[in-house]
C-alpha cells in the first residue's frame, strides 16, 4: 500500500469515527449511503461538516483554560437590570400604573437618562399598546410630551383593532409589516400589555414553541431588546413588612411565561388593615414598591424600594429620591 492510500485510508477511518461522534445513528446512515468514501473531495467535504457540528458543540474546559479567555462585560442597555438584546417584563396588578412606568421609560432611553436611579442607554424605541384609543394615548402623550418638550421623535402607536399575535400567524407577519414601515431602526420595542400579544389563554401558550423563536426574529432583525408590560391575573399584595414580603411566592398567579424572561420588575401594593367609620377593618394602601425580582448577568443586587405618585410628572419616582443604588453581592 503506497503512502497516499496508506492516509487516504486513516483519514476514512477518522472521518467515520468522527461521524458517529458527533451525529445521531439516523443521521450517520444517510451520511454514509450519500458519500463516496472513496473519493477525497468527499472527505474533504465531510471534514468539513464535522468541524462545522463540533463548532456547535458546548466548549469543555478546565478552570485553567476559564481563567485565560478573555473577560465579556455585559452590555447594558439599563445598567445592571435590562442587558441589550434581552427581554423585560414589567409586571403588577391591573392599574397600578405599568404603562405609565413603560412610558416614561421610552422616554429615558431616547434621551439617555434615567429610570429609577439607572442609567440608560440612548436608544430609540418604539411603543405599541393594544389596549388604548388613540384618544386615550393623545392625552397621554401631551402630558408626557410637557414634561419632556424636547423629546419629539418617538414613536407610540395605539392599535386596538389590528392583529398582532405573536403565536399567529397573521398576527406575527402584521407585527413585522408594521416594524418594517418605519424604515428605521429600533433598539427597544416595548408591547404592551403580554396577553393582547398572545393568542389563547396566555398560562396555556406553548412559550418557547411558539413565542420564544418569534421574539428571537425580532431581536435578529433589529438588533433590540423587548420590553412587555404584564398584568397578573391575581392581585399581589404585600402585608405590613413581614419578613418574606418579597419572597418567590410573592410572584404567584404571573403567568409561568415571566420565567423565560431575562428580567423582570415588579410593581406591589403594601397594605395595612384599617378601620372605616362603621368601625369594620379593611386593608388598605399605604405604600407602592418597585421590585427587581430577576436581573439576569447583574453584577449587583437592587434592593426594592418604595415609589410614589407624583401626579405633576405623572409618574412614580422614589420616595428616598435616589432609586435603585446596586448593592455589591
Sequence with gaps: MTNTSNNHQINMEKIKRELRLYFSPDAVEAI?????????????????LINTQKAKMPSKTTVAEWLKKPVTETDWDINQLMARGTTFIIAGNVGIGKSWESMHLAFQFRRGGFWHGLQCRKLMPIYISLEFTEQQMQKRIIKLANIYPSITDINILADKDTNYRLNNKEGKNNLFKLLRSYNQKFDV????PLALFVEGEIQKVNWNGTIEPVLNEIKKEFGCSIIFNHNLRKRIQIYGHSDDMFAPDRLKGASDIIDRADSIVLLISET?????ETGKSKRV?????????????????????????????????????QGWVPQQI
Design 189 to 192: 420595542i416595548i408591547l404592551d
Design 32 to 48: 454514509e449511503k450519500a458519500s463516496d468514501f472513496d473519493d477525497p473531495e468527499c472527505l474533504e467535504s465531510l471534514s468539513d
Design 285 to 321: 394602601e399605604i405604600t407602592k414598591w418597585i421590585h427587581a425580582t430577576k436581573t439576569r448577568d447583574a453584577e449587583r443586587e437592587l434592593k426594592p424600594h418604595r415609589i410614589l405618585w407624583d401626579p405633576d410628572k405623572v409618574m412614580f419616582v422614589p420616595e428616598d429620591g
Design 272 to 276: 395595612q388593615p384599617r378601620k372605616d
